[in-house]
C-alpha cells in the first residue's frame, strides 16, 4: 500500500473509529478514567440509572480539582454512547437498560494502560510461548508421516530426559523472577479477552444488521438467503464468526479443561513469587474461567436471539413490507433528485403534513399523592339516639316541600267570605308563609282548580332573609271551594 493510499485510509479511520476518537477527545483522561473505574473491572455492565449516579458522584470529586465538566453524568454518557464508546442494551431481569463497554473504549483504555505501564516488549516467557505455539503448529500441520513423526519422537525424548533428570533428584524451580514475569504475560494476554468478546458481539451484531439487509434488497433471482433461512439453516451459527466461537466456547465449557485450569491456577497463586501481584490480579485469575463461561453463555445466547429473531423476521413475512417501505424511498429519492434541477430545496410547498405529537409539560406541575392528606384531624362528633319530634319533622318537611294543605285552607276560608278571589287577594289576607314556595303553590292550584284571565297582578311576600318581594304574575281566580 502506498503512502497516499494508506493516508486516506487512516484519514477515514480517525473519523470513523470509536478508539481514534477517544484517545483524540479533549476529556480523554477523564473519560477513560470514568469508563475503566465503573465499567472497566469485574462489573462491565450497570444500569443506567447506576452509572449515571456513580459518574455525577465522580463529577463532583473532579471539579473540585479545577476540572470544567459542564454536564451531569446522563448527559456525559447520552455523549459516549453517540461517539461509541458505551453500548445501550434493554436490561435482562427488570425494566430499564443498561451501559457496557464497546470493543473501541475498551481498547483504548488498554492503549492508555500499557502507556502508562509499559511492559517489557521482549520477554525470554512471550518468546517461550511463541516457541511453543510454533512448534506445536508445525507438528500439527505437516503433511509428511516420516518428519511429524520424527518431530514427536524429539519431543518425548526430552520429556522422557526431564523425568529421568527428576527421578534422579535434579529438580530445578523456575527462578521467581522469571516465574512473576510469565504470569504477568499471562495476565496481560487474559486481559485482551473481554475485548474480544465485546468484539465478537459487535461482529455478531453487524452480521445480524447484514443478512436482514440482504434479505430485504434480494429480489426474485437472489433468493439464497432467503431460501436457507426457510430450510431452518441458521446463517448466524454458521458464519465464519459463528463456527470460530463455537470452537472456542466448547473448549471453555469442556469440564476437563475447566478443571484442569482452575487447579493450575490454584497451584501458581500458592507459590511465594505470586505474592508480588495485586489483589485485583490475584482475584482475576481465580474467576478467569467463570468470567469466560458467564461470557461464552452471553454471546451463546446473542447468537441464538439474532437466529431465531431472523426467522422469524422472515417467517412472518415482515421483510416483504420493508421491500415496499424500501421501494417508496428509493422512489421518493429519485424524484427528489430529478426536481432538484428544477426547484430549489428552499423552495415553499403547499404540503401540510399533521404528525403525531405528546403534549408536553413540566414535571414539577405534577402534585404528588400524599396519604396525611386523608387523615381525620377533627374529633369525631357522637349524637345521641333519640325520640323523633313531629314539630321538628313538620318543620323539615316545610323547608323542602309546598304544603299545599294550608294554601288549600287559606283559599277556602277566603271564599267563604266572597263568592270569588285571586292569588293576589288569597295572599293579602293570608302572607306567605313559605315565601316564594307559597306563590309557586297558589298558582299551581289556580292552574288545576282556577280560572286563567287576561292581565296581571302584583303580589308581594317576604323572602327567607326577611326581606320584602315584589313580582307580576299572571291572574288566576279561584271560584269554587278546593279540594
Same mark, same amino acid.
Given at each position: ?44 455492565? /450497570? ?16 471539579? %473540585? +480539582?479545577?476540572?470544567?465538566?459542564? $454536564? @451531569? ?17 434493554? *436490561?435482562? =431481569?427488570?425494566?430499564? =437498560?443498561? &451501559? =457496557? ?9 488498554? #492503549? ?11 520477554? !525470554? @516467557? ?23 513423526? =520424527? $518431530? ?6 526430552? /520429556? ?42 459487535? !461482529? ?23 431460501? !436457507? ?18 470452537? &472456542? ?19 501458581? /497463586? ?24 458467564? +461470557? ?9 436471539? &439474532? ?7 422472515? $417467517? ?34 403547499? /404540503?401540510?403534513?399533521?404528525?403525531? *405529537? ?17 387523615? %381525620? ?39 267563604? !267570605? ?13 302572607? *306567605? ?17 282556577? #280560572? ?20 307580576? #304574575? ?10
Amino acid at each position: 500500500m502506498s503512502a497516499v493510499s494508506q493516508t486516506h485510509a487512516l484519514r477515514q479511520l480517525v473519523e470513523t473509529d470509536a478508539t481514534w476518537r477517544l484517545l483524540r477527545a479533549d476529556n480523554a483522561p477523564v473519560i477513560a478514567a470514568l469508563l475503566n473505574e465503573h465499567l472497566g473491572g469485574e462489573n462491565r455492565r /450497570l444500569p443506567a440509572e447506576e452509572l449515571y449516579e456513580r459518574v455525577d458522584h465522580e463529577l463532583d470529586s473532579l471539579r %473540585a +480539582h479545577g476540572l470544567d465538566l459542564p $454536564q @451531569s453524568g446522563q448527559g456525559y454518557c447520552a455523549e459516549w454512547r453517540k461517539s461509541g464508546f458505551l453500548t445501550r442494551r434493554p *436490561a435482562e =431481569e427488570a425494566r430499564g =437498560e443498561t &451501559f =457496557e463497554l464497546a470493543p473501541g473504549a475498551l481498547a483504548a483504555i488498554r #492503549i492508555l494502560e500499557q502507556l502508562e505501564a509499559p511492559r517489557q516488549t521482549v520477554t !525470554e @516467557s512471550r518468546l517461550a510461548s511463541i516457541g511453543v505455539q510454533l512448534g506445536q503448529l508445525a507438528i500439527e500441520t505437516d503433511p509428511d508421516a516420516t518428519r511429524r513423526l =520424527e $518431530q514427536l519422537h524429539a519431543q518425548r525424548d526430552r /520429556l522422557d530426559a526431564q523425568i529421568d533428570r527428576i527421578n534422579a533428584g535434579e529438580l530445578d524451580t523456575l527462578d521467581p523472577a522469571r516465574a512473576l514475569e510469565r504470569v504477568r504475560d499471562i495476565l496481560a494476554q487474559a486481559e485482551e479477552i473481554p475485548s474480544d468478546f465485546a468484539r465478537v458481539r459487535a !461482529e455478531f451484531e453487524n452480521l445480524n444488521r447484514d443478512l436482514r439487509a440482504r434479505i430485504v434488497e434480494s429480489d426474485d433471482s437472489q433468493r439464497s438467503v432467503l431460501d !436457507e433461512v426457510f430450510r431452518g439453516v441458521d446463517l448466524i451459527a454458521q458464519s465464519d464468526e459463528g463456527r470460530s466461537f463455537a470452537g &472456542f466456547s466448547a473448549l471453555v465449557l469442556d469440564p476437563a479443561v475447566g478443571a484442569a485450569f482452575d487447579d493450575d491456577i490454584a497451584r501458581v /497463586l500458592d507459590r511465594d513469587f505470586t505474592a508480588e501481584l495485586s489483589p485485583g490480579q490475584r482475584r482475576y485469575l481465580r474467576r478467569f474461567i467463570g468470567t469466560l463461561k458467564d +461470557h461464552s453463555g452471553e454471546i451463546h445466547e446473542v447468537i441464538t436471539t &439474532f437466529a431465531r429473531g431472523l426467522r422469524r423476521y422472515v $417467517q412472518s413475512q415482515d421483510y416483504q413490507r420493508d421491500r415496499v417501505l424500501r421501494g417508496l424511498l428509493r422512489s421518493a429519492l429519485a424524484a427528489g433528485v430529478e426536481a432538484s434541477t428544477q426547484i430549489k430545496p428552499y423552495q415553499p410547498t403547499t /404540503l401540510r403534513l399533521d404528525l403525531s *405529537a405528546v403534549a408536553l409539560g413540566s414535571i414539577g406541575g405534577i402534585r404528588l399523592h400524599d396519604p396525611a392528606d386523608l387523615d %381525620a384531624t377533627a374529633p369525631i362528633t357522637v349524637h345521641e339516639q333519640g325520640v323523633a319530634d313531629l314539630e321538628a319533622l313538620r318543620a323539615l318537611a316545610r323547608e323542602t316541600e309546598i304544603d299545599f294543605a294550608e294554601l288549600i285552607t287559606n283559599v277556602n276560608a277566603v271564599l267563604a !267570605e266572597t263568592p270569588h278571589c285571586t292569588v293576589g287577594e288569597v295572599l293579602e289576607r293570608h302572607p *306567605a308563609s313559605q315565601g316564594v314556595a307559597s306563590v309557586v303553590g297558589l298558582l299551581t292550584l289556580a292552574a288545576n282548580q282556577g #280560572i286563567a284571565l287576561d292581565g296581571t297582578e302584583t303580589v308581594r311576600w317576604h323572602g327567607a332573609d326577611h326581606s320584602p318581594r315584589v313580582a307580576d #304574575i299572571p291572574i288566576h281566580r279561584f271560584t269554587g271551594r278546593l279540594l
